[in-house]
Each structure stands twice: as C-alpha cells, then as structure tokens.
C-alpha cells in the first residue's frame, strides 16, 4: 500500500510539528513548513520519514498556493493537507487595529482558504481519501474575553470546515477540524508560567491538566486515515473537557 503523502502548513514547532511528527511516525511521507529556515525541525522528522522543507508565508494567496505546489513536486502527489499557521492577538478591544485584524485574518483565514483551493485543484482527479484537515481552537465556539480577533478567525475556520465539506465532497475530498483546547507550546509558555495561571487553568479542565502538543497529533492521522472515510465536516475539539462543562453553582467547584 503507498504511503500517504502529507503536507502539514505551520509545523516545524509546536502543533504543527507534534502532527508532522505523527504522520511521520506512522509511516507518511511529509512536507513541513515555515515562514522561515528551520534544519532542526527537518533533520528531527527526517530521523522517522521522508520529510522536505518548504518555506513559504502562508498569509498570502500566493505563498499558500506555492507550498501546496512544491509539496506536490516533492512527493509526487498530495493525499492530505492539515492547515495549522496560524497567529493569535490579544489585546485590550479598544487597542485593535487594523493592521493587527490583517495579519490574524490572513494567516489564520485567508492562508487556510487558499491553500485548500489550490490542493483541490490539484488532487481532484486522483482523489482517492484526499482530506484536508484545518486546525481550530475552542476559540471556534466559546469566547474569550479581549481575544475578539483571535476568536472571530477560529469561528470562520469551523465555518470553512463545514462549507468545504459540503463544498468538495462530489470530488471525494473529505474536511475535517481539530480544535484544541489549551495547548502548551512555545508559543503559550510564556503566559501559562505567569504567576498562578497555569494551576487556575488546570482548575478549570475536566481532565486536571494542560494539554501536550502530543495529544493533537494522533486525531489529525486518524482524520486522515481510511478508519475515518465517513467523517467530513466535522471539529474534534481535543480539550480535557472544556467545551463540555457547564457553569457550576457549587462554590467549592
């Protein structure tokens, strides 16, 4: 059986890199990529398969549709693509500017749209379980407070989940979400070690504790594997229990 062909946007840390490194573990051949040079990433992935770099910055139309390009050079073809870039602002409402919704909705959105049209583009006559997957967050259905860009990307990234589903199924495309609940990272390091914050948030999850990059990993390369062929249009949201829990009326809860 060939092995899957995988380009994951966003991976050489992180979320995107726990994904890259499940599908390369599980015995894909990957394309990872960054805005910028990253040997270490590449040379760590290599180690478990075949693994090729792309630099491109995916808030633009053009550099999306040029890594979905290279990568499709590169391995002869592309059965999954999972969109992960992505930026978060937040800052006080009254502080927003325009350049801050530009660059959130650019990366997070408009670099998730693009690139899924050019993959379309380009698998659509040999699609045979092609998939892509679109990195979300709980952001995408519960608000937080002074994150109104932040929150207002990941909301459109669940409706471009739904309307791709719908969208592409007559061409055998499947589209599916993730959607990660707090998540250390070395994009979230800094805040969780302020203060008591990481103790107040492990409070709040069901499951007692702050998520592992790990964890995300495992659901995108299920999503794309033949076990998940009648899934399309939905958000697995991988959180310790966030999203299920409702407001408690006991004080000592």
């Known amino acids: 059986?060939?092995?899957?062909?995988?380009?994951?946007?966003?991976?050489?840390?992180?979320?995107?890199?726990?994904?890259?490194?499940?599908?390369?573990?599980?015995?894909?051949?990957?394309?990872?990529?960054?805005?910028?040079?990253?040997?270490?990433?590449?040379?760590?992935?290599?180690?478990?398969?075949?693994?090729?770099?792309?630099?491109?910055?995916?808030?633009?139309?053009?550099?999306?549709?040029?890594?979905?390009?290279?990568?499709y050079e590169k391995l002869g073809g592309l059965d999954t693509l999972v969109n992960n870039a992505g930026t978060f602002t937040d800052v006080d409402f009254g502080d927003l500017r325009e350049e801050m919704f530009d660059r959130a909705f650019d990366l997070n959105v408009k670099g998730y749209l693009f690139a899924a049209q050019r993959f379309a583009e380009m698998v659509s006559n040999e699609a045979n379980g092609a998939s892509v997957i679109c990195v979300g967050s709980t952001n995408s259905l519960m608000a937080e407070k002074n994150s109104v860009i932040y929150d207002s990307t990941k909301g459109a990234i669940l409706m471009m989940v739904r309307s791709l589903a719908v969208t592409l199924a007559d061409r055998g495309i499947r589209v599916n979400g993730i959607g990660p609940g707090i998540v250390e990272t070395p994009l979230t390091k800094s805040g969780l070690d302020l203060g008591e914050t990481r103790a107040v948030l492990r409070g709040q999850i069901p499951l007692g504790r702050i998520g592992d990059a790990r964890d995300i990993g495992g659901a995108a390369v299920f999503l794309a594997s033949p076990e998940a062929s009648y899934i399309t249009g939905q958000m697995l949201y991988i959180d310790g229990g966030i999203v299920a829990r409702q407001m408690s009326w006991d004080p000592t809860n």
């Open 1 to 71: 059986m060939a092995r899957p062909r995988v380009c994951v946007t966003g991976s050489t840390e992180g979320i995107g890199f726990a994904i890259a490194k499940a599908f390369a573990v599980s015995g894909a051949r990957i394309v990872i990529n960054s805005h910028e040079e990253n040997i270490s990433a590449l040379a760590e992935l290599s180690k478990h398969s075949e693994c090729h770099f792309v630099q491109a910055d995916l808030s633009t139309e053009g550099g999306a549709k040029h890594l979905i390009e290279q990568a």
